[in-house]
């Protein structure tokens, strides 16, 4: 562990670089950001997820120290903010759209923090430190060029170079994919993962984006209405959703009416009981069973018989998706659920036409219930 010596004394070096305690953020009589506790490793990738107006934006600002707490107190490697100004602080932002000087070359908005330096730096260094900025994000040979003459792609990578040429101990990162293409934005999200790998520093992404939050981060911090409503491993958070909203809001959910009965078994509304797994945590009553769509199996045809496993229902919308089909599919009892199948290759199967009559099921471990 890197630690400083007092006295004489080693002094460890926090396993944080950012911690929120009870933290506050009221705007008059809004209230932003709601008595959160968060703290994010030592050179983490950690996504703030949520909608509009959930208090992820907010959190990026306090920690930038463009917005201070109404209550509590923001770290950074372990030391207090509260006071700290934005430019005191050993954080850099890429904002949304990039906020590059259009009358400056490449060079000069990259060295343009640099140059605010105090004392001065010498321009033999920074010149070098520019050029390692921009080897790091392949634009080595783009120095003079200028803004306008950039892609979106390479402009996003400028601000990149600006926000790491000062050596940050952490990059917040504000939506700064919202404006690229779908494709181009695939190409960078596995570029900002290779780039926070090879550095090592914390990144913080602000992002709407759940696709996005699952792919890059090591951590996905789920929002709503100023409260964290998970934290976790995107995979978890996908998995295993705390509550309705996560399991609603991170990937695509069915939504199923139900009653929970003795020994975890689940009571539908068209009267069928299916066995599961004893649920921890509820007693019984009325539950909604979430189910996320590629857990539901989808077959051609009809029961064949009274009593057979399985639910029928109509195909009434497909989406095909290249490698998957998405299928609407009105089934009696239990409504309209989403189902997604993988296609298995151009030799599979036909695609289901709305109109036909499929059998549907799924394995109720499958299922995350909560209470209604």
Do not use: W
């Not at 906020?99 to 490449?106: K, N, Q």
């Not at 992404?205 to 759940?210: E, F, G, N, R």
């Amino acid at each position: 562990m890197r630690g400083a010596r007092l006295s004489g004394v080693l002094v460890p070096a926090p396993e944080n670089d950012i911690e929120f305690r009870s933290v506050t953020k009221s705007y008059g009589s809004v209230v932003a950001v709601s008595d959160i506790d968060l703290a994010v490793p030592k050179g983490a990738f950690v996504a703030l997820l949520g909608p509009s107006g959930c208090g992820k934006t907010t959190c990026l600002r306090m920690i930038g120290g463009f917005e201070q707490p109404t209550a509590g107190e923001v770290l950074i490697a372990g030391a207090p903010m509260t006071g700290v100004p934005a430019y005191r602080r050993p954080v850099n932002m890429v904002f949304q759209h990039y906020a590059l000087f259009p009358h400056f070359d490449v060079e000069a908005n990259v060295a343009y923090g640099l140059k605010q330096m105090r004392p001065r730096l010498d321009a033999g260094e920074i010149r070098r430190r520019v050029g390692e900025a921009l080897e790091m994000v392949r634009l080595g040979t783009y120095a003079k060029r200028r803004i306008h003459e950039m892609s979106g792609g390479q402009q996003q990578r400028v601000a990149l170079a600006r926000a790491l040429v000062n050596k940050p101990s952490v990059l917040l990162l504000d939506e700064p994919l919202a404006a690229l293409d779908k494709k181009l934005r695939t190409a960078m999200q596995i570029e900002l993962q290779t780039l926070q790998r090879d550095l090592g520093i914390t990144f913080v992404l602000v992002t709407h984006d759940q696709e996005e939050a699952l792919s890059m981060s090591d951590l996905v911090c789920v929002m709503s209405a100023g409260r964290i409503r998970q934290i976790a491993p995107p995979q978890a958070v996908y998995d295993h959703p705390a509550d309705l909203f996560v399991a609603d809001f991170v990937g695509k959910t069915n939504r199923i009416a139900a009653v929970l009965e003795a020994g975890g078994a689940l009571r539908l509304p068209d009267g069928r009981v299916i066995a599961g797994p004893p649920r921890a945590g509820l007693s019984g009553g009325p539950v909604t069973v979430a189910l996320r769509p590629e857990a539901i199996r989808l077959s051609r045809g009809a029961l064949s018989g009274a009593g057979a496993a399985g639910f029928e229902g109509i195909v009434t919308h497909r989406i095909f998706l290249g490698s998957a089909a998405e299928y609407s599919l009105a089934v009696p009892g239990l409504g309209h659920l989403l189902v997604t199948a993988e296609r298995g290759g151009a030799g599979d199967a036909p695609l289901i036409e709305p109109g036909e009559r499929v059998v549907l099921s799924f394995d109720p471990a499958a299922a995350h219930v909560f209470p209604t």
